[in-house]
């Protein structure tokens, strides 16, 4: 059991310390609002782990790689992605500073920021439905409930640390920058959005061609009467 636990909770380090939206939204805020809010960007992304992870680990995240179901998923992501590089982008000349005090408002924004860019990420169904599937690598080869339990509870606890970490060295890069370093990373964050949006509209467009394309292979030639 504790191989498990340290083996999910090493996994759950790697994936949550990849850069990725969530990352950049963690940047974003803290410029914003300090450590809390930062920390709110990384507490919400967790709300969509914990979802994939028991939806993936249950079973159900084969049924959520159709691509009937996937294709919204993605569409809504890759929307949502486009609007925080606008917002990112326009908002550089007006917030360049640390506000440690700011309200609860900041932060309940950026914690729903952090929960819709992992709810829509179609890749995090991918990644624990292959999860699931190789625990098999860790000596479980008929992986039981606690077993599930205990793999869950070790990726959420280093989850739950990379969150204070990571927030901790945002404030700390940032709590002292200055008005040009700080739009240049709104700047950065902005484009690092669009081009994750960018990428998921050409994995999208991808999907739908092959599916296009199987469809006419799989179809049956016509008959002249």
């Known amino acids: 059991m504790l191989t498990l636990f340290f083996a ?3 996994l759950g380090l790697i994936f949550n310390a990849a850069p990725c939206a969530v990352f950049a939204e963690t940047v974003r805020e803290g410029i914003r609002g300090g450590f809390r809010s930062a920390f709110a960007v990384q507490i919400g992304s967790l709300v969509g782990d914990a979802t994939w992870a028991i939806l993936g680990l249950g079973g159900v ?12 998923v993605a569409i809504a992501g890759a929307a949502y992605l ?8 326009s908002s550089a000349d007006q917030e360049f500073s640390v506000d440690a005090q700011s309200g609860g408002s900041c932060r ?3 914690l729903r920021a952090g929960a819709v860019l992992s709810l829509t990420n179609p890749q995090n169904v991918a990644y624990w439905v292959a999860l699931g599937s190789a625990m098999g690598a860790v000596g479980v080869s008929n992986p039981t409930l606690t077993d599930y339990g205990m793999f869950f509870a070790g990726f959420m606890a280093a989850s739950v640390a990379w969150a204070f970490v990571c927030a901790a060295i945002v404030d700390r890069v940032f709590r002292n920058a200055g008005r040009r370093w700080a739009r240049l990373t709104y700047r950065i964050c902005a484009i690092a959005f669009l081009a994750l949006a960018l990428a998921s509209i050409k994995n999208l467009l991808q999907t739908g061609t092959s599916a296009v394309t199987e469809t006419v292979v799989a179809a049956p030639p016509s008959q002249n009467v």
């Open 82 to 89: 486009l609007w925080l590089s606008w917002e990112s982008w």
């Open 108 to 110: 309940k924004r950026a």
């Open 8 to 10: 999910a909770a090493a």
């Open 61 to 72: 995240g084969l049924l959520l790689q159709m691509e009937v179901l996937q294709i919204p």
